[in-house]
């Protein structure tokens, strides 16, 4: 995480025995642990709900994009329609000689 080598360490080890002291220093240390541990699992947490509303806008992009798949298909059909509505043959306004005859 922090990318601290064994020698590092052994020397943050060292200096905080002259510092603190021998009595001191397991206790200091289990503090330590226990707010690394801490921070830790708080990063944890946060990295998971991250991902969680991650997640959930992926799933709500995927929605709207099938509801735009749903609205050009149903164009789609729309289009279909009004085209077989403009392929039939419309009924003539100009009477044919036979009706003009009865008229």
Request: charged content about 30%; hydrophobic content about 45%.
């Amino acid at each position: 995480m922090f990318d601290i080598g064994f020698t590092e360490l052994c020397m943050i080890g060292l200096v905080a025995l002259l510092v603190i002291g021998p009595e001191k220093l397991p206790k200091v240390a289990r503090v330590a642990g226990f707010w690394v541990g801490k921070a830790k699992n708080t990063v944890a947490k946060v990295k998971a709900e991250i991902k969680e509303e991650l997640d959930a806008e992926e799933l709500r992009q995927a929605v709207r994009e099938q509801n735009v798949f749903e609205e050009i298909d149903q164009f789609k059909a729309e289009a279909d329609e009004l085209r077989q509505n403009i392929n039939k043959p419309m009924p003539s306004i100009v009477p044919s000689p036979k009706r003009a005859k009865k008229l």
